[in-house]
């Protein structure tokens, strides 16, 4: 299985109301310029199923680069959840082990609990001569980014059409909101290709962007310029506290990291089995203790 899986036209703002919910427990209300509501992520385990695929040249639907380390997961219409899903981790078990992968792609021939994989993250839990194999995974909350949070403006993007992607945030995105000199914060949407709009004049900049996980917290970074196709890189995280300001900072050159170039497995058809899920209580850890904690205030931000 290769290629891109685009779940609607690149660059096309969409607008109405959409409703999604996933098995991760992600869900989001979309309305005409408005912001992203979303309930933060099970950390329940779940049972299902793992094929694989190459990106062959492709760009995942988050709009985003492939990670460094190519173990990375595109998940299907409700898991990703209108690409609210786009940029968080899961923690992936199979017969050989367990991998931990970044939500790159969607998948929308895959149902929920089908779970497609690169080929290097498939094969750190898998045989590859198998094409599927029986898994367990699970969200990750406040997962350790590779970096600080990136900001980048899509093509196109001009003083009266403000669209970017958000990379390295690791919590799923509840809202964005930005602001220019002695401007007003202006929402924007979150499209199912993973950019953030906002269709109206908003001026040349620079901006303010304020963004709010899913867990409540928010950062805002500051001094990101209306350059576009230009990945600006901000020393803020949502893993550093409930709150933060930071201007950008130079972005270290490194070598695009190159997708496998392996040929598709043959074992394409074996999205068509029957699926697996089946919701199961997982032991508490960790960073279940902080997704308890940060609950209530995610639901007081959420109303």
């Not at 497609?116 to 406040?142: H, Q």
């Not at 270290?252 to 190159?258: F, G, N, T």
Request: glycine share 10%; with cysteine.
């Amino acid at each position: 299985m290769t290629g891109h899986r685009l779940l609607a036209p690149r660059w096309l703002a969409t607008g109405g109301a959409v409703l999604l919910a996933g098995v991760l427990g992600v869900a989001m209300l979309l309305q005409n310029g408005g912001s992203a509501c979303a309930a933060p992520p099970s950390s329940a385990k779940h049972k299902g199923k793992a094929t694989f695929y190459d990106l062959a040249g492709t760009q995942g639907n988050c709009s985003t680069k492939p990670p460094a380390d190519d173990l990375y997961v595109a998940l299907g219409r409700t898991e990703y959840s209108g690409a609210m899903a786009c940029g968080s981790y899961l923690d992936v078990t199979g017969p050989k082990g367990k991998v931990r992968v970044k939500v790159f792609d969607s998948c929308p021939e895959c149902p929920a609990g089908h779970l497609d994989l690169s080929r290097t993250a498939f094969n750190r839990i898998g045989k590859e001569i198998d094409g599927i194999i029986p898994i367990t995974y699970r969200a990750v909350p406040n997962a350790p980014a590779p970096g600080p949070l990136s900001i980048t403006f899509v093509e196109g993007t001009s003083q009266y059409y403000w669209a970017v992607t958000i990379d390295n945030h690791s919590n799923p995105i509840r809202s964005v909101q930005a602001k220019g000199p002695g401007g007003a914060w202006k929402k924007a949407a979150l499209q199912d290709y993973n950019v953030w709009i906002i269709d109206g004049q908003t001026g040349s900049g620079p901006f303010q962007v304020r963004m709010t996980d899913v867990y409540g917290k928010t950062i805002t970074a500051k001094n990101i310029r209306l350059l576009p196709q230009k990945r600006q890189t901000t020393s803020v995280r949502f893993a550093t506290g409930s709150s933060a300001e930071a201007a950008p900072v130079p972005a270290k050159k490194k070598a695009s990291p190159s997708p496998s170039k392996a040929s598709p497995s043959p074992s394409a058809s074996a999205s068509s089995a029957a699926p697996l899920l089946e919701s199961t209580q997982a032991a508490p850890a960790q960073d279940e203790v902080a997704l308890a904690a940060a609950e209530p205030a995610a639901k007081a931000a959420c109303g």
